[in-house]
């Protein structure tokens, strides 16, 4: 029993961990994977579960792995594939800005 509510809070701070990182708060959280606001906050506090379904949509929905979510660990190949996301991010910004300068 003490275990299972360890692993409840555990997944409920990584869970938390991807909202923050998303930037979104936790009604619009909610809403992406169909549950209530109230039933996100019991989550993330580690008070109730999610079924495993919720664990997937979370994952598919936000690009962070059921491993993560449900373990904490960090799969590699993931990681470097964010890390090329955020470059060519703010390459396109600095192409943008860089055009706007040159057009105005």
Not at 64 to 74: D, H
Request: proline share 1%.
């Amino acid at each position: 029993m003490k275990r299972e509510k360890n692993l409840k809070k555990e997944i409920g701070k990584r869970i938390e961990f991807i909202r923050n990182q998303k930037e979104m708060t936790k009604e619009s959280f909610a809403k992406l994977i169909n549950i209530s606001g109230q039933h996100l906050g019991k989550v993330i506090t580690g008070q109730k579960g999610l079924s495993i379904e919720k664990v997937i949509e979370i994952a598919e929905k936000t690009g962070y792995s059921t491993e993560f979510i449900l373990r904490g660990n960090k799969n590699p190949e993931t990681e470097k594939l964010k890390k090329k996301i955020i470059y060519i991010k703010n390459n396109v910004e600095n192409i943008d800005e860089t055009l706007k300068n040159i057009i105005y």
